[in-house]
């Protein structure tokens, strides 16, 4: 007879890493960490996830009832699925809502959140990337580049004719190959499956363009689709009802994933857009007849002020800050 491990979730596991558990509570989190692999990883991450808030604990000014609030209603907005939000009984209750916001701070780091559940169709795993970048493996051993403010959710152990995953925002997958198991992901309505290969997904709004680094990717909406090669791109617009096809004219759409700006022949307009995303300013073009000026460099991790320094040095372009805008001349 399978043990019934209802009573071990998030709340639980917050007490257990308190020392409020009682000994009955700590036996069946123990019990529940020992009945499958799956469980013991999930407590792992979780802890780790703890371990790490201590060390934000210690600096953070941020109101710990404020940052719970937030995290709920942020929760509430971006799950409003399997995952829940859990209510706290009110003994004791700051204790935990604090262990809980202390969770929350990690979020600029990522987070982690499963639906936990023992059995034959696994848990429902929700990984939001926060203000970073964030690399997750997937159970099939794919790997999975998030760019900030992106997040997958998939089930734990992959079951079924297909790997499923669900995706929001951005993100570079290396797909692990299983011919029998094709892996799909569905992206604000548009769908893309593949077998194995090295592809690029982003979202941005009603705009999907998904970018194929190597192997063979589908693309499809409302039934209709179009296959690419390495090198190609499609791109799905909500006001249309097929996917557009057409060659990948650069490689600075993984500039996350690579921590390089790779410009070969680049139009400035195209490296000012990925230099906006990349680190959150706002930068104008002064004509636009500079904005068809071609680039060809590489920028490695460097400074903003630093690929400035390169653009006025080898092209005379000029950077000067005006307001909250960097004017380019």
Request: hydrophobic fraction near 40%; proline fraction near 2%; aromatic fraction near 8%.
């Amino acid at each position: 007879m399978r043990a019934n491990f209802s009573n071990v979730n998030e709340e639980l596991l917050v007490k257990y890493l308190l020392g409020e558990a009682n000994e009955a509570e700590r036996d069946e989190v123990a019990d529940w960490m020992n009945a499958g692999e799956e469980n013991k990883k999930y407590y792992e991450h979780f802890a780790l996830i703890w371990n790490e808030s201590k060390k934000i604990e210690a600096t953070s000014n941020v109101n710990v009832e404020d940052a719970w609030n937030k995290f709920r209603e942020r929760k509430a907005e971006k799950e409003n699925r399997e995952t829940r939000v859990m209510e706290f009984p009110a003994a004791n209750k700051f204790n935990w809502v604090r262990a809980a916001a202390i969770l929350v701070l990690l979020a600029g780091a990522g987070w982690l959140t499963y639906t936990l559940g023992v059995g034959n169709s696994g848990s429902v795993m929700a990984v939001n990337s926060g203000n970073a970048v964030l690399i997750d493996t997937l159970p099939d051993g794919s790997v999975v580049t998030m760019n900030k403010n992106s997040s997958i959710t998939y089930n734990s152990k992959f079951n079924g004719d297909i790997r499923s995953v669900k995706l929001e925002g951005e993100a570079f997958f290396n797909v692990a190959p299983d011919k029998e198991h094709p892996f799909v992901i569905d992206v604000n309505g548009a769908t893309v499956t593949v077998v194995g290969t090295a592809f690029n997904v982003k979202n941005t709004g009603d705009k999907t363009v998904v970018t194929v680094e190597s192997g063979i990717v589908d693309v499809a909406k409302n039934q209709r689709g179009v296959r690419l090669l390495p090198n190609e791109q499609a791109t799905v617009l909500g006001t249309r009802d097929a996917p557009i096809k057409s060659n990948s004219t650069d490689n600075l759409y993984n500039y996350y994933k690579t921590k390089t700006f790779v410009c070969n022949n680049t139009p400035l307009s195209r490296l000012v857009d990925v230099l906006n995303e990349a680190y959150g300013v706002k930068i104008v073009i002064e004509n636009e007849q500079m904005e068809y000026r071609t680039i060809t460099t590489t920028f490695e991790q460097d400074s903003l002020q630093e690929i400035f320094n390169v653009l006025e040095k080898h092209y005379n372009i000029q950077a000067s800050k005006e307001g909250d805008k960097i004017i380019l001349q």
